[in-house]
């Protein structure tokens, strides 16, 4: 009786732990609301723990016009500077995979997904170049950029690109990110519940 007991209770504890795991063991991208319901202007990347800012929100700002907004009341409140090994995880979890190589067709649907996902720049525009944390200099910093190629290509194919340095008086966008909050998914938890319940089953029978 013992050993079923204690079977039972590894079963109900794998089942929790399974739970808590599953979040972790696929990475999810998705879009979420920022200011109101259905604007869909930030992208949580659960595996990196990240929110990321749509890029049209910083479109034709500064980098010191942006830095400014960091405190509290600014326009960008909570938010920070990314750094470039952050925005390369970052595409690595949408699934750009070949970084700093030329066009490549393995990036191709990734780099149109990305930029779908963080709504740059425009209808037309068939890249992304935008400012990270990275101090280059004084007056300049790292931006990091993608960029597909539908026309000289066939397939069509992408590339995505690093080093590249930009002054901080530029009006490009900014790769701005915030810890996201931490919010099992509903599937995960109810996973957890179904294993804290079964051992609160067990625990009860041992009383009586």
Partial sequence: MKNIKAVATAVYMGI??????VSSAHAIVTEEDLYTS???????????????????????????????????????????????PE???????????????????????????????VDCCGSGQTFIYAMTGDIASSTEVYALWVQYNVGAFDPPRARARTGAVTLKSS?????????????????????FAIGLAGMGAMRKKRLW
Avoid: C
């Fill in 16 to 21: 929790a732990a399974v739970g808590l795991a």
């Fill in 38 to 84: 259905g604007d869909q202007l930030i992208t949580l990347d659960t595996d990196g723990g990240f929110e990321w800012l749509d890029m049209g929100e910083t479109l034709g700002r500064t980098f010191y016009d942006v830095s400014s907004e960091f405190g509290l009341g600014g326009d960008f409140e909570g938010w920070r500077y990314a750094t470039g």
């Fill in 87 to 117: 925005v390369i995880k970052f595409w690595m979890h949408i699934g750009i995979l070949d970084v700093d190589t030329a066009y490549s067709e393995a990036n191709y649907g990734p780099v149109l997904d990305l930029m779908e996902l």
């Fill in 171 to 191: 009006r490009a966008p900014s790769w701005l990110v915030r810890d996201a909050a931490s919010i099992p998914e509903p599937a995960t938890l109810a996973i």
